[in-house]
């Protein structure tokens, strides 16, 4: 079983729409979990990061953990042409990150 | 805003050539690491470096591999022989914390784009 598993996508939505991202996770031990995104040939760049189970909110995006499922969501609202981007969940017990194989998004005006 | 910058942005070498790829942390960043990024593949760990030394490196990062901070703000990775399936995308990456049981932010440069031919 991998890690991280992702689905890569490509999800194509309309302006507007709520965009629901996933990982599911093996490795009991990731107590970070964190939500890149990263545009063509650009290095990751952080959205959010939780620590542990739970939610976490920042404008137009949340973060969700369910540490007993070993499942990690992102969700964007009124999602907007600039967030065609592709989204990396990864995570970490410390140290280094193990990513997921990223989800392209494309979001249509 | 500091950010990590990464030269040259694109690199093209001929198999069995050695590489260097330069990186230049945030900094007051105290650790440092490589990931590579194959085309349409995962972004993958290769190596954490602090305090002059590997801290951590995946099983990808083999004898062919080697870091190093030469000077006070650069970090570099070579490839002493590369081979066609070393290119990638080679992101560099730095953080204020890296231990374990506490959050690091690595903070990611934009990418030297490796082709060996």
């Known amino acids: 079983q991998k890690e991280v598993e992702q689905d890569p996508g490509p999800l194509s939505v309309p302006e507007g729409a709520i965009v629901s991202l996933n990982c599911t996770y093996s490795n009991s031990a990731f107590q970070y979990f964190m939500w890149y995104r990263q545009y063509s040939r650009k290095g990751p760049e952080l959205l959010m990061y939780t620590y542990s189970s739970g939610n976490k909110e920042d404008g137009r995006f949340t973060a969700q953990v369910d540490k007993s499922s070993k499942y990690i969501s992102l969700f964007i609202r009124d999602s907007q042409p600039s967030d065609s981007a592709t989204y990396l969940c990864a995570m970490s017990g410390g140290g280094k990150l193990i990513f997921g194989q990223g989800t392209e998004l494309s979001v249509k005006p | 805003e500091p950010e990590v910058t990464q030269t040259p942005s694109h690199q093209v070498t001929q198999m069995g050539q050695e590489v260097i790829l330069r990186c230049v942390p945030i900094s007051n960043h105290l650790y440092f690491y490589w990931y590579r990024q194959i085309l349409g593949q995962k972004v993958e760990f290769l190596v954490s470096f602090y305090n002059n030394e590997i801290s951590e490196k995946s099983e990808i990062f083999d004898d062919q591999f080697s870091v190093e901070r030469p000077d006070g703000s650069n970090f570099t990775l070579k490839i002493r022989s590369t081979k066609l399936e070393d290119s990638a995308m080679y992101f560099c990456?730095?953080?204020?914390?890296?231990?374990?049981?506490?959050?690091?932010?690595?903070?990611f440069g934009p990418g030297t784009r490796l082709t060996v031919l």
């Open positions: 990456a730095s953080s204020l914390r890296g231990t374990r049981n506490s959050y690091n932010e690595q903070f």
